[in-house]
Structures are given as structure tokens and as C-alpha cells.
């Protein structure tokens, strides 16, 4: 059984558009999402550097537009026949555009004005998040809790990303939970997943009231609880709550296991939740769609695994 799943915001590296936008008609999708949510997804995907496509507002509609071209870029979702999608943060707006629950078109505007309101959010407190790498989960939640820290990503495979003031994270990176071997700051620029992401889920359910969405013609895992979600009018709920609410991919990866999961793909830039996998699911095969040269294996992997 294959699972596709989408990253989230991090993933994202200067310049690696470029390979995607070299595929038959990619260059003229992209410029139509780009014209139809008023940024320029190729200048960032190709042009960009770190700092640019770090803007909250950038990376977001920057990554699912990378996600939904990289899947297409391995044939329509009948020939794909995940049995499950999945997303991280993010990501979970590209695998609502794999079910079915929104047309692209509706993916990329949703995330362009929920990227715009979490970077306002943002802007209101300076803060930002940290990778825990090693630890008990349990020690680690309960220390970065005495800190003022939110546990906002409990990414299972003994990873946890503690999220919060500046002031508070660097406290962090001097009094790290026992056992935890590093922290690592990541490439994103506010506390997501947490309180102060508040404002946005304002904005962001104004943005959702406008769209219809259709029931998931996949099994659709949420990050609220790692369970699969059967309507599409659950999803747009769980998919504007998530912003300010921490993402279990812990759970999800549980899910996957009860699923039966075998392979494992995910979108590009794919790597990181291809990571985690390998640590949490021993047996499962991987693969990370990070450039066109790697689809090939992508479909050796499908003709192997899917439904």
C-alpha cells in the first residue's frame, strides 16, 4: 500500500524549481497559478535565495504549487492510486489537492492568503521554531512547557519541534531537555502551530468560507489526530484549526502502519518526512521526489505498491 504525502514549510531550498519547470508544459501551469494569485512562483523557485523564499507569504503557495507539479509530473491520481495522502503543516493543503477535496486552483488560493495571514501574525511578535533531535518525547514536551514553549510538531521518530519567542528559543538552546543532542533552528519565520497564530485562523476561515469543497476521493490523514477524514467539509475545518494547533505527524505515521503501508513517496522537495519515515516505519520503502530524475524509481515504486 503507497502513501503520498507533501512537505512543509522548510523543505524549501533556493533554486530547486528549476528541474521541475523544465518538464512539457510545467513553465505554463506554474505562470498561470502564478498570474491567478498575484506572486511569481517561478522567480521564487528558481531565482530566489534562502531569505526570500523563508518569507512566510512566499514559501507556502511556493511548496504546494511544487507538490501538485511533482505528483502531476507522475501521472493523474487514477494512475498513482495511493492508498492514503498526507501532508506536513502545509503540505496538508497539497493533499487535499490530491483528494479531490480542492481543485488546484483552490489549493493555490487558499494557500497564498493563508501564507499572507500567518506571515501578518508573525510580524505581531518576533518568533520561530526549533527542531529537538534525540529525547523522550515526555521529557521533552513537559521541559519546553516550563520553558513558555509549544510542542508545535511531534514528528514522531523521536523528533519534536518546540516553537515560540526568540528570547524563548534561545533559552532552549542553552537548556536543552535531557537527552536531546542538538537543536536546530528552522527555516521558517513565526511560532506556527502555536497561539501565536491566532489572527490567522480568523483570516484564514473567512478565505475557506468562499470555497466548496468535495468529499475526499482518497483516504485523507489529518495532522490534528492522525485520523483519516471522510468529508471535504471536515477537512477546510481541520485544514483553517491546524494553523494554530500542533501537527501530530506522529499519529499520522501510526495511522499509515494500521493502513498497511509499504511504500512510502513524497513530493517535492521532498527529504525530510522521507526521513522520518525510515526511522518510524523499519520495512517501508522510500522514496523522495526531490528532481525529475528521480521519478523513474517513483513509478517503479507505484507499479510495485498501489492499490
Given at each position: ?18 528541474p521541475?519547470l ?6 505554463d ?72 477535496v ?12 493563508r ?19 534525540g ?22 521518530a523521536?523528533?519534536i ?21 542538538k ?16 489572527p ?26 492522525g ?52 526511522r ?28
Amino acid at each position: 500500500m503507497l502513501v503520498l504525502v507533501a512537505p512543509g514549510q522548510g523543505a524549501q531550498t533556493p533554486g530547486f524549481l528549476t528541474p521541475w519547470l523544465e518538464l512539457p508544459g510545467a513553465a505554463d501551469r506554474v505562470a498561470a497559478w502564478s498570474d491567478a494569485i498575484g506572486l511569481d512562483l517561478a522567480h521564487y523557485g528558481t531565482q530566489a535565495d534562502a531569505d526570500a523564499i523563508r518569507d512566510t507569504s512566499v514559501a507556502q503557495p511556493l511548496l504546494v504549487a511544487a507538490g501538485i507539479l511533482s505528483a502531476s509530473a507522475l501521472g493523474d491520481m487514477a494512475t498513482i492510486a495511493p492508498g492514503a495522502v498526507a501532508g506536513h503543516s502545509v503540505g496538508e493543503i497539497t493533499a487535499a489537492a490530491f483528494a479531490g477535496v480542492l481543485d488546484e486552483a483552490a489549493a493555490l488560493t487558499l494557500v497564498r492568503k493563508r501564507g499572507l495571514a500567518m506571515a501578518d501574525a508573525a510580524a505581531i511578535t518576533e518568533t520561530g521554531m526549533s527542531a529537538l533531535l534525540g529525547g523522550d518525547p515526555e521529557v521533552s514536551v513537559a521541559h519546553l512547557e516550563k520553558l513558555g514553549l509549544t510542542p508545535a510538531n511531534v514528528n514522531g521518530a523521536g523528533q519534536i519541534v518546540a516553537a515560540g519567542t526568540l528570547e524563548q528559543l534561545a533559552v532552549l538552546n542553552e537548556d536543552k531537555p535531557e537527552g536531546v543532542r542538538k537543536v536546530v533552528p528552522l527555516k521558517v519565520a513565526g511560532a506556527f502551530h502555536t497561539h501565536h497564530m491566532a489572527p490567522a485562523v480568523d483570516a484564514l476561515a473567512k478565505a475557506a468560507a468562499d470555497l466548496t469543497p468535495a468529499d475526499p476521493t482518497l483516504t485523507y490523514v489529518s495532522n490534528k489526530d492522525g485520523q483519516t477524514v471522510a468529508t471535504g467539509a471536515e477537512v477546510l475545518e481541520r485544514l483553517v484549526g491546524q494553523v494554530a494547533n500542533p501537527v501530530r505527524w506522529d499519529l499520522c505515521m501510526e495511522t499509515f502502519k494500521e493502513l498497511g503501508v509499504t511504500a512510502f513517496i513524497e513530493v517535492s522537495p521532498g527529504g525530510t518526512l522521507v526521513g522520518l519515515a525510515k526511522r518510524a516505519l523499519p520495512g517501508v520503502k522510500t522514496l523522495a521526489l526531490k528532481t525529475p530524475d528521480d521519478l523513474d524509481a517513483a513509478r517503479e515504486l507505484i507499479a510495485e505498491h498501489s492499490a
